[in-house]
């Protein structure tokens, strides 16, 4: 099974802690955090991984190039930023003929089930499954609307008193169909190109487990406080 790793983004919001390092090379736990999405891959069946870069590149290639792993990583340099789904959607030929495969976004931290989340997916036989976590601060996030069976409703990206605290994850396990669903390339982002227009046909999937996105400085504090506690049940990660 393939996934792509978004990892391109400028973490501005970050620095000075990324001035010379992406987001996904921050440091927790004494590792970076692209070293716990290796792993948390390696333990649930991902074969082969994309992922997309932009900002130092150079940090990202000469970590990749040292890691040991099993998996196959494939590195994709974009001199503009495509954008979450205009990434996926440029290299969809790098798929192949695998019937679904999973995205996410770096500059999230997690120990999620990957498993239990493709499961679901191939439960409901939507052409997307979201994760999804309850947000602290739901306005500040693209907040889905959800049905008892989990098909997803709505979305609502950033607005004021949002209908609820379930908020998009970034990580998604996909059906190839949604390539010729969209039928369409380019810049494009996913909470607002594509999930939209998906409405109906996609199912939510609630993350039990760990998640924080640590793209500010407040959840990059929470994480390296929390992170070495959850690593005490996820050696796997280690």
């Not at 998996?71 to 030929?93: D, Q, R």
């Not at 607002?192 to 046909?201: A, I, W």
Request: hydrophobic letters at 40%; proline letters at 4%; glycine letters at 10%.
């Amino acid at each position: 099974m393939k996934a792509f790793l978004l990892a391109a983004g400028l973490g501005t919001r970050l620095r000075p802690l990324t001035d010379n390092i992406p987001k996904c090379l921050v440091p927790l736990e004494g590792k970076p955090l692209l070293y716990y999405w290796i792993r948390l891959f390696e333990r649930y069946g991902i074969d082969e991984l994309l992922i997309n870069l932009h900002y130092h590149p150079e940090a990202v290639r000469e970590y990749v190039e040292n890691v040991n792993t099993r998996l196959k990583i494939n590195l994709f340099y974009e001199k503009e930023l495509m954008g979450s789904a205009g990434t996926v959607f440029a290299n969809k030929e790098w798929i192949g003929n695998d019937t679904e495969f999973v995205i996410a976004y770096a500059d999230n931290l997690t120990c999620l089930d990957v498993g239990s989340m493709l499961r679901a997916h191939k439960e409901h036989k939507g052409v997307m499954t979201i994760g999804l976590f309850k947000a602290a601060k739901p306005e500040e996030c693209g907040i889905v609307s959800m049905g008892s069976d989990g098909l997803i409703t709505g979305f609502h990206e950033k607005i004021k008193n949002p209908p609820g605290n379930l908020a998009n994850a970034g990580v998604y396990i996909a059906d190839r169909k949604i390539f010729d669903i969209i039928g369409q390339e380019g810049k494009m982002d996913f909470g607002f190109d594509v999930l939209p227009k998906l409405t109906g046909r996609i199912y939510g999937y609630k993350i039990n487990e760990y998640f924080i996105d640590i793209g500010t400085p407040e959840n990059y504090s929470n994480a390296c406080r929390e992170w070495g506690k959850v690593l005490e049940s996820y050696s796997f990660l280690r």
